[in-house]
């Protein structure tokens, strides 16, 4: 399928459907709506890129039903928004990795929101947030030898405050960023 036909056949239904479900009267609908984005995040491959080019999206979606009086729904909400996280975090380095003259120019944001990932309550959460900080410092370290990116300090100095926490999610993303810092940054 080619990626005009894929993306009209997005919009033109899975994306219609997916909103059609969480905006819903009916629970029983919404909880499908979110069952639905649940197992197209476990999807793998080709076919999926059109449901993560609109993650943004259905973060959007399903965040309309936080809060909500339905106590299993907004349950079921919040671990789909934890997921939506995760994918995030993978999409970011993915693209960091393949595109990084395109990336290089939102590093800044990922730097900016680096920290709520890495010190996330799921250690796959923090360990792929991990990768992505490694993507963009092998971005900022190859493309500014001469300049000392002034995100390095900023990353450095959230890593030291971390390590004086008590959180244990909080100290081990603070080692990871070392972690990263020593492997990627030459720090």
């Known amino acids: 399928m080619s990626s005009d036909t894929a993306e009209k056949f997005w919009d033109d239904n899975i994306n219609r459907r997916i909103f059609d479900l969480l905006h819903s009267q009916d629970i029983q609908a919404k909880f499908g709506g979110l069952i639905a984005i649940d197992h ?25 039903l936080l809060p909500n009086p339905e106590l299993n729904l907004m349950l079921a909400a919040s671990k789909t928004l934890e997921l939506t996280r995760y994918a995030g975090v ?59 990116s002034p995100y390095l300090n900023k990353i450095l100095s959230d890593a030291q405050a971390g390590l004086k ?18 492997l990627h940054a030459g720090m």
């Open 40 to 64: 197209l995040l476990d999807v793998d491959g080709e076919e999926i890129i059109e449901f993560k080019r609109n993650l943004f999206r259905i973060y959007n979606y399903v965040k309309h």
């Open 90 to 148: 993978l999409i970011l380095k993915e693209l960091a990795r393949n595109s990084p003259t395109y990336f290089q120019a939102h590093i800044g944001i990922v730097f900016d929101n680096i920290l709520a990932p890495i010190r996330d309550p799921k250690v796959h959460v923090r360990e792929g947030a991990a990768e992505l900080l490694a993507a963009c410092l092998e971005i900022v370290t190859q493309r500014e030898r001469q300049v000392r």
């Open 165 to 182: 926490l008590t959180p244990s999610e909080v100290i081990h993303g603070s080692l990871l960023t070392y972690r990263e810092l020593l």
